[in-house]
């Protein structure tokens, strides 16, 4: 499948899927939506919501590019939140593809997205 690698409106990485006219994240923003979205608007929440402390659990569906894995595991870490982070993906991208993601990212998340992206399957 042809994939190309766009910068968003917010200067951070989407993938583009010109057979599709389909793109992974918003081109208004990849990393303001998935921070939006995925951190704020739900494992936040959640973990906000919780009456006693314990590790959350995600489950996602459509690994994608790893963002949102890394944006989490970034979270979690800086507010010591436990987190079990589960994710299943029928298309994982190749390891040149996302070699050129990570270049992409803003340094403070590389780390993160490094891991999450090199974390075993199965």
């Known amino acids: 499948m042809n994939i190309n690698l766009q910068s968003t409106a ?3 990485p ?3 899927l010109p057979d599709l006219d389909e ?8 990393l303001a939506e998935s921070l939006h979205v995925y951190v704020d608007c739900g494992w936040r929440y959640r973990a906000s919501s919780l ?8 489950f996602e569906v459509g ?6 894995a890394a944006l989490t595991a970034q979270a979690a870490l800086a507010e010591a939140i436990p987190t079990q982070y589960f994710s299943i993906e029928l ?14 990212q803003p340094a403070r998340l590389r780390p ?8 075993p399957w199965g």
């Not at 009456?51 to 995600?58: A, D, H, I, K, T």
């Not at 690994?63 to 949102?68: A, C, K, V």
């Not at 298309?91 to 992409?104: E, F, G, K, M, V």
């Open 23 to 30: 793109h992974y994240h918003s081109v208004k923003g990849a």
């Open 112 to 119: 993160h997205f490094r891991a999450v992206n090199s974390a």
């Open 10 to 12: 917010d200067g951070s």
């Open 14 to 16: 989407t993938l583009y």
């Open 91 to 104: 298309h994982p991208l190749n390891a040149p593809l996302t070699r050129q993601l990570l270049d992409s």
């Open 63 to 68: 690994f994608g590019t790893g963002l949102n």
């Open 51 to 58: 009456s006693e402390p314990r590790p959350l659990r995600v």
